[in-house]
C-alpha cells in the first residue's frame, strides 16, 4: 500500500493552489457558519486570538475587528493560501505559515482559539491540541466547527454521488489525502478524545447551506475546475447543472449541509 500523501504537500500542492485561486468561492461555501462560530467565540475588544488553518483569512481579519484592541494570529500550512490572507492586512494582525501542531506558540499567549473547518488535517491530532492547549491562557478558550459524519441520505451526498456518476474521474491521491483527512474528526467520542487537554468541551450541530455557485452553471463550472482540465460534453453540463438547479435561487445555489460546533474551555 501506498503511503498517504502528507497534508503539507496536499495544502501547498493542487488542492491548496485551487483553494487560493478560488478563495471567495470557498469563502461563500462556509460563510453561513460564521455566525455560530463567532458567537460561540465571544471574542472581546482586547482578546488575543489565534486562527487554526486560517486559510485565505477572512475569518482571522473578522477576528482582528472584533479584538480591535487585542490582536488576531492567522497559521496555515499553505504557502498560497497565505499570499492571499497577506493581502489584506489590518494593524492588529499578522499570519503565520506553519503546522500547528509543532508551531512554537507563545506559552499562555492567547485568549481564544477559533477554526473554521482548519483543525481536522493534523498527522497527531492529540499531539496538535495539547500543544494549542499550551497556546491558550488558563481560562481562555475555543471555538471551532468541523465535519459531521457522511450521511447517504443528505443532499450533499446525494447531489455529489449523481454528479459523479455524470463525470466519473479515477481515483487521485490527492483528492483522497484531503477527504480523509476532513472526515478525521466527524465522530463526537474522537473529538473528546483529542480534546483531552480541555474541559467543558461541548459538541453540538450547526445547519445552515453551502453556497456553489450563482446560477447551477457557475456551479457546475466551480465543480469541474476541482477536476483534470479533460473537455466535458455540453450534455453533461447540462444533465450536472439540472441536478443544481433544484437548490437555485435569488442566493445563488445552496446545498442544506451541517457541521459539529465544538467548544471548551482551558483549565
Do not use: K
Request: overall charge negative; some cysteine.
Amino acid at each position: 500500500m501506498t503511503a498517504e500523501l502528507p497534508q503539507t504537500d496536499v495544502w501547498n500542492g493542487a488542492v491548496g493552489g485551487h483553494w487560493a485561486a478560488h478563495h471567495e468561492r470557498y469563502d461563500a461555501m462556509l460563510a453561513d457558519f460564521d455566525s455560530a462560530l463567532f458567537e460561540a467565540a465571544a471574542i472581546r475588544p482586547t482578546d488575543r486570538v489565534l486562527d487554526i488553518g486560517c486559510g485565505a483569512g477572512p475569518t482571522t481579519r473578522r477576528a482582528a475587528r472584533l479584538a480591535r484592541w487585542g490582536r488576531a494570529l492567522g497559521v496555515d500550512i499553505s504557502a498560497p493560501l497565505l499570499e492571499r490572507a497577506r493581502a489584506a492586512l489590518l494593524p492588529n494582525l499578522w499570519y503565520e505559515q506553519g503546522d500547528a501542531q509543532t508551531h512554537p506558540f507563545p506559552e499562555s499567549g492567547f485568549d481564544v482559539m477559533i477554526s473554521r473547518g482548519g483543525v481536522m488535517f493534523f498527522a497527531d491530532h492529540r499531539a496538535a491540541f495539547a500543544n494549542i492547549a499550551r497556546a491558550v491562557r488558563p481560562g481562555g478558550r475555543f471555538a471551532f466547527i468541523c465535519p459531521q459524519p457522511v450521511d447517504a441520505q443528505s443532499v450533499e451526498a446525494r447531489v455529489f454521488g449523481r454528479l459523479a456518476e455524470l463525470r466519473p474521474l479515477p481515483p487521485d491521491p490527492v483528492t483522497t489525502a484531503a477527504h480523509r483527512a476532513m472526515a478525521s474528526l466527524c465522530e463526537p467520542d474522537r473529538l473528546r478524545e483529542v480534546l483531552a487537554d480541555f474541559s467543558q468541551v461541548a459538541i453540538r450541530p450547526v445547519h445552515a447551506a453551502s453556497v456553489y455557485g450563482s446560477d447551477p452553471e457557475d456551479a457546475v463550472d466551480f465543480v469541474l475546475s476541482r477536476g483534470p482540465r479533460t473537455e466535458v460534453a455540453a450534455e453533461v453540463r447540462a444533465a450536472m447543472a439540472e441536478v443544481f438547479t433544484p437548490y437555485a435561487g435569488p442566493l445563488g445555489v445552496r446545498l442544506p449541509s451541517s457541521v459539529w460546533l465544538v467548544t471548551g474551555v482551558r483549565p
